[in-house]
Structure formats: C-alpha cells, structure tokens
T-cell receptor, first 114, second 111 residues
Framework: DTGVSQDPRHKITKRGQNVTFRCDPI?????LYWYRQTLGQGPEFLTY????????KSRLLSDRFSAERPKGSFSTLEIQRTEQGDSAMYLC????????????FGPGTRLLVL | KQEVTQIPAALSVPEGENLVLNCSFT??????LQWFRQDPGKGLTSLLL?????REQTSGRLNASLDKSSGRSTLYIAASQPGDSATYLC??????????FGAGTTVTVRA
C-alpha cells in the first residue's frame, strides 16, 4: 500500500491553457474524491466517484472542469481554458465504502495560473 | 449545508503544554467527524475518525471528542512537541462521504 499519489505535484500554466491532473487511489479503495484548497482555507469538495460512476458534482465545478475515472481505478481532473481564479491546491482522496469511511489524501497538485 | 468553524485560527504554545483545538458544526446530523493534520504545502494526514455513535477516539498523545447535541468536537494533544507544529483541520462527513472542512487551526509549538 503506497498511499494516494497525484501527478504532477506542481503545475504552472498561462491563462487560457488546458491542464490535466492525475490521481491514483489506494488500490482496494472504491471511492475517490477531488477537493480544492485555496490559501488559508480548508479543502472544498468538488466531485466524488464510486467505482467508475461520478455520483456527485459540486456547484464549484463549472463547465470548464471535467473528471473521469474510466476503469474505477485512477482518475483525471481536467480544467479547460484556465483562469487565474483556478489557482489552488487540488487534492485527491480515496476511501473504502463501509462503516468508518476514513478518507486518505494524496499530496496534492498545486496549480498556478499566470 | 454543513458549516464547520475552527477557533482559534492560530495558536502558539511552549513545548510540553497540552493543546486544545476546537471545532463546531451546524448540522447535528453529522455522519462521522475526522481530524487531519496538514504541513505547509503538503496534503492532509488523517489523525482520528470519530463515528457518529462514538463520543471519543484516542491515538497515542491525541484524543478527540464528539458531542453531536452541542455541535462540537475537540482535539486534545498532550505534552506538545515542536514536531506537532502544523495546521489541524476538522471535517464533518455529510451523508457518509462528502467532507465539509473548517479553515483550520495553525499550531506553533515553541522549543
């Protein structure tokens, strides 16, 4: 068990460019979550997958954002036409559905949009 | 919508002192409550999870309590060490999966 991994760890892009982040959850975990965290704030929920099904999307997830988990394993989060307001830490977490539902977080991808 | 508040926003204590971190939430129908630690620029490390049917959880020097009726959780860290310096976040599980976070308490333990 190597924990949740995310790639890349840092991304700098120019406004208007598209970016894609990847998350690899803990191998046996069937639930995967994306959160966004801005400086000085707690993470905010973006979206959630159970296996390959995307079950909920936050209002924070505009049309420019799309997330996939095609085979119920890794997930990608794409941001199209990035804006400066998209600059944040994007965190991925995973859990095993059941009674305790402890969520385990990855190291995050820090995005800076210039 | 679950609102989670953490007071104080920052705390500085001398080494050896016990830490008391407070978390309050608006919806008593909370599913579980989870405490995390975050080091600067890093991801979140899970510390403790308290199920809605429990009143407290302990792990080493850490103890977390949950009072659903008053909408409060408290994290106690005994005999603080400089390595405990970090931001501590509490989060309520909504309907068993989505987490609602507070803004965190940033702790500095002075050697």
């Amino acid at each position: 068990d190597t924990g949740v991994s995310q790639d890349p760890r840092h991304k700098i892009t120019k406004r208007g460019q598209n970016v894609t982040f990847r998350c690899d959850p803990i191998s046996e975990h069937n639930r995967l979550y994306w959160y966004r965290q801005t400086l000085g704030q707690g993470p905010e929920f973006l979206t959630y997958f159970q296996n390959e099904a995307q079950l909920e999307k936050s209002r924070l997830l505009s049309d420019r954002f799309s997330a996939e988990r095609p085979k119920g394993s890794f997930s990608t989060l794409e941001i199209q036409r990035t804006e400066q307001g998209d600059s944040a830490m994007y965190l991925c977490a995973s859990s095993l559905s059941g009674n305790q539902e402890t969520q385990y977080f990855g190291p995050g991808t820090r995005l800076l949009v210039l | 919508k679950q609102e989670v508040t953490q007071i104080p926003a920052a705390l500085s204590v001398p080494e050896g002192e016990n830490l008391v971190l407070n978390c309050s939430f608006t919806d008593s129908a909370i599913y579980n409550l989870q405490w995390f630690r975050q080091d600067p620029g890093k991801g979140l490390t899970s510390l403790l999870l308290i199920q809605s049917s429990q009143r407290e959880q302990t792990s080493g020097r850490l103890n977390a309590s949950l009072d659903k009726s008053s909408g409060r959780s408290t994290l106690y860290i005994a005999a603080s060490q400089p390595g405990d310096s970090a931001t501590y976040l509490c989060a309520g599980h909504e309907t068993g999966y989505k987490l609602s976070f507070g803004a965190g308490t940033t702790v500095t333990v002075r050697a």
